[in-house]
């Protein structure tokens, strides 16, 4: 099973964008609208930002988006913060065959 | 508020079998159409998704962990467990215990347990 393709790091400045690529295949991110987006701080557990691709659960700051063009995802996080800085991660669902996939992790880094 | 919550030894020996518990309060696993979750994280490393089981009986297994995992329901005590067999130094990493709103998308952690693999 591999791993949904994210970039290592990411970076951006208080108040600008920044955009964490996530990309799979026709098999999981592109064929089905299950992809979601979590942030983790050091020593902590995962926290749910997005699913269904667009999705954000009750709490979530709408400073925190999701797209989906094929078979690559995107999450985006305007009006950067400090506290912004953390790892995150995408997962996709992959059908019977390979019912999760998460990617990488991107560390973000708030300059 | 639904919680989960992980047990099971911190410490196993190589070759032998890893053994864990998830409880679930304040909801059902015998209910809803979730697939319950055992998730895992080497220590400085990424998520990796071990196993899910839904309550129609359906359970699906990391296909590179399959040879060596097993998950078991108790509905009577609201748990849900993982055996994980002949474990090597590369199986050390916290182990979570989840619950997804839709597929892939985990809602509800536990606080995860650091099972550490000793030769």
């Known amino acids: 099973q591999s791993a949904l393709a994210q970039p290592p790091s990411a970076s951006g400045s208080p108040g600008q964008s920044v955009t964490i690529s996530c990309t799979g295949t026709?098999?999981?991110?592109?064929?089905?609208?299950?992809v979601s987006w979590y942030q983790q701080y050091p020593g902590k557990g995962p926290k749910l930002l997005i699913y269904?691709?667009?999705q954000r659960p009750s709490g979530v700051p709408d400073r925190f988006s999701g797209s989906k063009s094929g078979n690559t995802a995107s999450l985006t996080v305007s009006g950067l913060q400090a506290e912004d800085e953390a790892n995150y991660y995408c997962?996709?669902?992959?059908?019977?065959?390979?019912?999760?996939?998460f990617g990488g992790g991107t560390k973000l880094t708030v300059l | 508020q639904l919680q989960l919550l992980e047990s099971g030894p911190g410490l196993v020996k190589s070759s032998e079998t890893l053994s864990l518990t998830c409880t679930v309060s304040?909801?059902?696993?015998?209910?809803?159409?979730?697939?319950w979750a055992w998730i895992r994280q080497p220590p400085g490393k990424g998520l990796e998704w071990i196993a899910s089981?839904?309550?129609?009986?359906?359970?699906f297994y990391n296909p590179s962990l399959k040879s060596r995992v097993t998950l078991s329901v108790d509905t009577s005590k609201n748990q849900f467990s993982l055996k994980l067999t002949s474990v090597t130094a590369s199986d050390t990493a916290v182990y979570y215990c989840?619950?997804?709103?839709?597929?892939?998308?985990?809602?509800?952690w536990g606080q995860g347990t650091l099972v550490t693999v000793s030769s």
């Open positions: 989840a619950r997804p709103i839709v597929a892939a998308g985990f809602e509800y």
């Open positions: 304040g909801g059902s696993i015998s209910s809803g159409n979730y697939y």
């Open positions: 089981y839904h309550y129609s009986g359906n359970i």
């Open positions: 026709s098999s999981d991110v592109g064929g089905y609208n299950y």
């Open positions: 269904e691709v667009t």
């Open positions: 997962s996709s669902y992959g059908g019977n065959n390979n019912f999760v996939i």
